[in-house]
């Protein structure tokens, strides 16, 4: 059995192992060299193409192609010159630093409860300074890694655009002074643009942010679509996150080189060390490299370039590459006497690389990304780069510069409180002019406006075009037509295909429609898009498709429209987001559409609709296949019963069920309106169904009651009970009316809720009305005023759905729903099992109404196992 660091040399050596004849392969290196020199780096990759191929032919095993030794990507020859007052630069950051640690010790200290972090910030510090000195045109869009949010308050403290009150009240949001924990647009709306609080969501989301702006460009929406950069900074422990690798390999296909990653690879998370047993840099060189992307390491500060330079056995970087994670994170907490004796006096040859070194030397060596030459480089690098997304692995300590009060400290994520010894500690490690007392109040440090530090930093943003970030909160408004609603006997899935075509044809709005499927436009009659506004693809068609004798055929174009995500809800609803905030992001109001399965939305991607509320989205979420009953066939999994319940949490979200394509029409107007005209930062979600069905026309006077949540349907004066119906459902009531009438001569009123969820939000805002004083009366009350008789709700969504709106019905209140697990049958067969048919639903209103009749009715229908029977939910 061999030990761990026997494994670790062993995986290396298999790797690297021995050479049985040196003088060969220095012939075999020179001629390389020689070729290099000669015909340029082109040539040589051509001949190990070649090679390679070669070698695959006469089946000699190919060594791991995707990883490189571990140290700079970027040479030293290759390094630009860097073009920043380096040591004005260093004293700006150690402001920033300072007072970003001070807003979080502080807050924490006169309220321990509120948290924060230090160690992340301090780790990405050097990242964020060259990004913001350098690189971030005010154009561009940058994701910040959430909980170093500290450090970007700083900063714009430090431009005049934060106050020190705001800083003071770092966390402390409900009096409206105060800074948000993290990115959060809806709370910090002139500041935030992307919401990054939840991981793993910001990487997702640059990279479909990075692929709309293409598409916005190719469809000649927006200009600078193809200059601008989106620079996503990413933790190396958020790269476990799903959905921060769920769109490598799209960022690659597009050729998207105006995406830059940088993952800040301080080796931990937060509890501890990411691979404590290997190595994440390595790791996520082979994930991007074989997901197509350019890959640049940023291991190392400037002083090992000697180091390496000296290296020429390679003992250095064999014994770097020896060095699991979990050592590397010791030697980042340990001063330079211990790496000299534990890292460095490993090998002879490694102690005579360094024999000229003192501890103080060694403790002053820096991970590359905290060199900014070295930062620089690469950011230089990545920017330039063509025809790929670049990720830079930056290699970091956590917690840099707290010294032994948190610098690669196991627990030093969560460090937040320090005391006076470690607060002069810091600041002597940064050189800032405090005074002792100044350090142990935490108080924080500006130069003023006309000192060098703050006239440079000014210089550095207006020649980069303006602060950042900065989020825009409006655009310019679009008038929305009128919308005809279809008639015909048809499902709400096709009313609202044909909804889309009509907004499609718009000349106004028509271009800024952008349909989003995930490969199901088929399953909603969508194909005909295809061919009428194409479906978007950076390369065109380079095929001819095999149906393009047909009419409708699948055609892709460069200026396509759809964007066809594949199956990915994630990437459909990123997609979404960024069409959802185009008006912020670009000052170009779009008008999305996401039309998806409905179960495998909330559910799935819940926390992703949950940014896009954040990021004050406005557009569509179109639930389809909708329901537990009228999805007939699919069963459990892919039945949804319970969207519209967590579509009720989301603030930002108008849910509605409606049942007839008029209801729908009104509502998908209403909508565009209020988001293109009104600009209310406001989304839809809506369901629509595919049961085919005959849609009336609207009632007269139901306008307002459609977008409001519920309007009369069916109504008599000698109604002894009222029947409330949402979605297909709804239909069910009426006949259920219908039975109470033909079998029972009892009259119900028949109200059709197109929004269980609006008339909740009304009740509830009349209730507070209420209690502060006033006299609101809520949108239910104010229908059923005057009607009498118990209250019997239908839908095809769980009875919370429906039970939604109880507070205020007067009355006895009866919810039906569809709860528990959905299953495969007729929709006849469905509805009768959860007990949502008109039967049932006849047989409730009857019990509601406490009539002897119930018990006819039951054995009428043939009900009456169901009271022998379990409920639904436990079948
Ligand atoms: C989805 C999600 N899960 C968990 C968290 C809690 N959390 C916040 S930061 C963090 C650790 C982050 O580590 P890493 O990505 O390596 O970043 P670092 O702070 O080390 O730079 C965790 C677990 C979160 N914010 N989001």
Not at 78 to 83: A, I, L, M, R, W
Not at 717 to 740: F, M, Q, T
């Amino acid at each position: 059995m061999t030990n761990l660091s026997d494994f670790v040399t062993s995986a290396f050596w298999r790797v690297n192992a021995p050479d049985a004849d040196p003088a060969e392969t220095r012939e075999w290196l020179d001629a390389f060299d020689a070729l290099v020199r000669a015909e340029g780096r082109e040539r040589a990759t051509f001949l190990l193409r070649k090679l390679l191929e070669h070698a695959r032919v006469r089946r000699v095993p190919l060594p791991p192609v995707l990883n490189t030794p571990y140290k700079n990507s970027i040479a030293l020859a290759d390094q630009p010159q860097f073009p920043g007052n380096l040591e004005l630069e260093s004293r700006i950051s150690s402001i920033v630093r300072w007072n970003a640690l001070a807003m979080v010790v502080r807050a924490n200290r006169a309220h321990a409860e509120l948290g924060g972090h230090i160690a992340s910030y301090a780790s990405a510090a050097d990242l964020f300074e060259v990004g913001f000195n350098h690189f971030f045109r005010a154009e561009d869009l940058v994701y910040f890694q959430p909980h170093s949010a500290p450090g970007v308050y700083a900063r714009a403290y430090l431009e005049g655009r934060l106050s020190e009150e705001n800083l003071s009240n770092y966390r402390r949001e409900t009096q409206g002074k105060g800074l948000s924990s993290y990115c959060h647009p809806w709370l910090m709306p002139e500041f935030w643009q992307f919401p990054t609080g939840s991981m793993g969501l910001g990487p997702l989301n640059a990279i479909y942010q990075a692929r709309f702006m293409r598409y916005l460009a190719d469809r000649k929406i927006l200009e600078s679509g193809k200059s601008r950069k989106v620079w996503a900074f990413v933790g190396d422990g958020e790269m476990d996150e799903p959905e921060s690798l769920a769109g490598l390999s799209l960022a690659s296909r597009e050729g998207l080189d105006n995406l830059i990653f940088v993952v800040n690879c301080n080796l931990q998370r937060l509890d501890g060390p990411v691979r404590g047993n290997g190595s994440v840099v390595q790791e996520l060189e082979g994930l991007f490299a074989g997901a197509g992307w350019n890959v640049l390491k940023l291991l190392w500060g400037s002083d090992w370039d000697p180091l390496f330079a000296r290296d020429e056995d390679g003992v250095l970087l064999k014994r770097l590459h020896e060095t699991v994670d979990g050592e590397f994170q010791t030697y980042a907490a340990t001063d330079g006497r211990f790496n000299r004796e534990h890292f460095f006096n490993k090998y002879p040859e490694l102690q005579a690389l360094i024999a000229d070194m003192s501890d103080d030397d060694i403790d002053r060596l820096k991970r590359g990304g905290h060199d900014p030459l070295k930062i620089y480089a690469a950011y230089h690098a990545a920017a330039k780069h063509e025809g790929q997304p670049t990720v830079i692995l930056a290699q970091t300590k956590k917690g840099y510069g707290m010294g032994l009060w948190g610098q690669g400290k196991m627990g030093t994520h969560q460090q937040k409180k320090l005391d006076d010894d470690a607060l002069k500690a810091f600041r002597d490690r940064f050189a800032l002019p405090l005074s002792d007392e100044d350090a142990s109040e935490l108080r924080f440090y500006h130069p003023g406006a006309d000192s060098q530090e703050i006239r440079y930093l000014e210089a550095r943003r207006k020649a980069l075009g303006g602060h950042l970030p900065v989020r825009k909160t409006k655009a310019e408004k679009l008038e929305v037509p009128r919308l005809n609603a279809p008639s015909r006997n048809q499902s709400t899935t096709m009313v609202f295909v044909q909804l889309l075509s009509q907004l499609l044809r718009d000349p106004k709005i028509g271009p800024r429609v952008v349909p989003i499927v995930a490969d199901e436009a088929r399953t909603f009659g969508m194909q005909t898009l295809f061919r009428q506004v194409g479906i978007y693809s950076a390369l065109g068609q380079l095929y001819e498709p095999e149906d393009h004798d047909e009419l409708l055929y699948y055609r892709e174009a460069k200026d396509g429209q759809i964007l066809e995500e594949g199956i990915t809800e994630a990437g459909a609803l990123s997609s979404w987001l960024a069409a959802a905030t185009a008006y912020s992001s670009h000052g170009t109001p779009m008008l999305p559409f996401y039309i998806y399965y409905s179960m495998f939305g909330f559910q799935r991607i819940g926390d992703l609709i949950w940014a896009a509320a954040d990021s004050r989205s406005r557009g569509f979420l179109v639930g389809g296949t909708a329901g537990r009953t009228t999805l007939a066939g699919e069963g459990l999994q892919h039945q949804d019963g319970s969207s519209h319940l967590v579509a009720s949490t989301i603030p930002t979200c108008r849910a509605y069920d409606p049942c007839f394509g008029y209801e729908l029409a009104a509502i998908v107007e209403d909508g565009a309106r209020r988001m293109l005209e009104g600009q209310e930062d406001v989304f839809y979600y809506l369901t629509a169904y595919n049961e085919n069905y005959d849609h009336a026309g609207m009632p007269p006077d139901a306008s307002e009651g459609i977008l409001r949540g519920m309007y009369s349907l069916r109504k008599t004066a000698a109604a002894k009970v009222r029947l409330l119906g949402s979605g297909p459902i709804l239909r069910e009531v009426v006949a259920a009316a219908d039975l109470l009438k033909n079998d029972w001569k009892i009259d119900a009123d028949v109200w059709s809720v197109t929004s269980f969820t609006e008339l909740r939000r009304d009740g509830m805002q009349a209730e507070r009305s209420k209690r502060f004083g006033g006299d609101a009366e809520s949108w239910v009350e104010k229908c059923l005023k005057g009607t009498s008789g118990p209250v019997v709700a239908a839908s095809d969504y769980v009875s919370a759905v429906a039970d939604l709106i109880r507070p205020y019905v007067p009355g006895k209140y009866v919810a039906l729903g569809t709860d528990g697990f959905g299953r495969s049958d007729t929709r006849a067969a469905l509805r009768a099992f959860f007990e949502v048919d008109a039967k049932n639903i006849a047989v409730a209103a009857l019990a509601a109404m406490d009539s002897p009749l119930a018990a006819d009715a039951r054995a009428r229908y043939g009900l009456d196992h169901l009271g022998r029977t379990a409920a639904p939910w436990k079948r």
